[in-house]
């Protein structure tokens, strides 16, 4: 199966701008999570999706938000993006179900800077 | 929320050494326990992962314990190599209905050849 792809690879904004970022799970895998990482807060949970539905959400401001399709994909935006935005954000994806319910599959990541 | 604290934030050990990194948690609901592996560079890469109703697993090399009562949880690598170089990270959840992964903040591994 092809891994968990992330959209796009790279990205330079500036402050106040706004950003969509998208990630693609494994096929068959429903749960979709996104976690954004610093080198000064490490890895922090987002939130994440499940049947389109947004199940569970971390400690972030509502400038934070994301969706996910019916295909499962999901997308994450940012509005009035702020210099301490600037992250790597990875996505994982997760089965749910069966014997590997448990695991998450992280993608490449998008690097984020914002100027 | 749950909060997931992890020691020691560097180690480095000489080549076909032992490495003991471990975890401790804060929300007795958190049932599985991965760790994850990340290279410079790279997407971090489960490694090995213990539920809650194991005390204990192995995989070649690689083992972590849990002790629930105790709330803490650690990873173990045996006879080390050049190549376990990387940051190794553990998390913790609520389980599959619940995949909101706390992280430790990571431990660098630099094993010396």
């Known amino acids: 199966k092809a891994g968990v792809t992330q959209t796009p690879r790279y990205l330079i904004k500036t402050r106040g701008q706004q950003v969509t970022l998208s990630c693609s799970p494994i096929?068959?895998?429903?749960?979709v999570s996104w976690y954004q990482q610093t080198p000064g807060q490490g890895l922090q949970f987002l939130f994440e999706?499940?049947?389109?539905?947004?199940?569970n959400k971390g400690n972030f401001p509502g400038r934070f938000s994301g969706r996910q399709f019916s295909n499962s994909r999901s997308e994450m935006n940012v509005s009035t993006l702020e210099l301490g935005d600037s992250a790597l954000y990875l996505c994982?994806?997760?089965?749910?179900?069966?014997?590997?319910?448990?695991?998450?599959?992280f993608g490449p990541g998008t690097r984020l800077t914002v100027t | 929320g749950e909060n997931v604290e992890q020691h020691p934030s560097t180690l480095s050990v000489q080549e076909g050494d032992s490495a003991v990194i471990k975890c401790t948690y804060s929300d007795s609901a958190s049932n599985y326990f991965p760790w994850y592996k990340q290279e410079l560079g790279k997407r971090p890469q489960l490694i090995i992962d213990?539920?809650?109703?194991?005390g204990e697993k192995k995989d070649q090399r690689i083992a972590v314990t849990l002790n629930k009562t105790a709330k803490h949880f650690s990873l173990h690598i045996t006879e080390t190599q050049p190549e376990d170089s990387a940051v190794y990270f553990c998390?913790?959840?609520?389980?599959?209905?619940?995949?909101?992964?706390?992280f430790g903040a990571g431990t660098r591994l630099t094993v010396k050849p």
């Open positions: 096929s068959g895998h429903r749960s």
């Open positions: 994982a994806s997760s089965p749910v179900t069966g014997l590997e319910s448990y695991e998450q599959y």
């Open positions: 998390a913790a959840s609520r389980g599959r209905r619940n995949n909101d992964m706390r």
């Open positions: 213990i539920r809650s109703n194991v």
């Open positions: 999706y499940f049947s389109e539905t947004q199940r």
